[in-house]
């Protein structure tokens, strides 16, 4: 619990969420309209999910060696962790078909792109990550080629529907 009640309630006012020092857990907070039209502010304790992007094609390689030295520090902290490893996922490449773009229901993650893979399944966690690490490689002036095919499938994200999406409270 937060010692702090003046600040809880500043908290819950402001939606901001995170690592609490203090109560040593990370905090949650929500501000909810009841039925009655009165405002509830609830609070809850959980651990914070963190999804690590790596874009290396070396598996152990220096890459996924600075990913897993950052997660001992957030496992320190209670964070559960996950990564993703592109150079075993199927992503095509992004097709330029522009549907992405159309006013459909942002908040539904299988109309964020027309191609079904592997990203599916990348951007339901994206979503759901309180925190997002991406690591890769430098090797040719720029990023790897998983991480470019990575990024241009990000696109979807990057439209007037991403305050659906997000809410803009992911933080990177």
């Known amino acids: 619990k937060l010692s702090d009640s003046a600040r809880f309630r500043s908290l819950a006012k402001s939606g901001i969420e995170g690592y609490r020092d203090g109560s040593k857990q990370w905090v949650k907070v929500n501000v909810k309209q ?55 996922s199927k992503i095509g490449y992004c097709i330029g078909c522009r549907k992405c773009r159309e006013d459909n229901d942002g908040t539904i993650i299988e109309n964020f792109c027309t191609i079904k893979d592997d990203m599916t399944e990348i951007y339901r966690k994206l979503c759901s990550a309180d925190a997002v690490v991406i690591g890769y490689p430098i090797y040719t002036a720029r990023e790897s080629a998983q991480m470019a095919v990575f990024w241009d499938r990000l696109d979807c994200m990057s439209n007037k529907y991403n305050k659906k999406r997000f809410a803009g409270r992911k933080a990177g």
């Not at 999804?51 to 996924?64: F, Q, Y």
Request: charge should be positive; charged fraction near 30%.
């Open 34 to 88: 009841s039925s009655g039209g009165k405002r509830l502010i609830t609070k809850k304790s959980e651990k914070p999910y963190i999804l690590a992007v790596c874009g290396s094609p070396r598996k152990n390689g220096n890459t996924d060696r600075l990913i897993k030295a950052f997660f001992e520090g957030a496992r320190a902290k209670d964070a559960k962790c996950e990564t993703i490893h592109l150079q075993y």
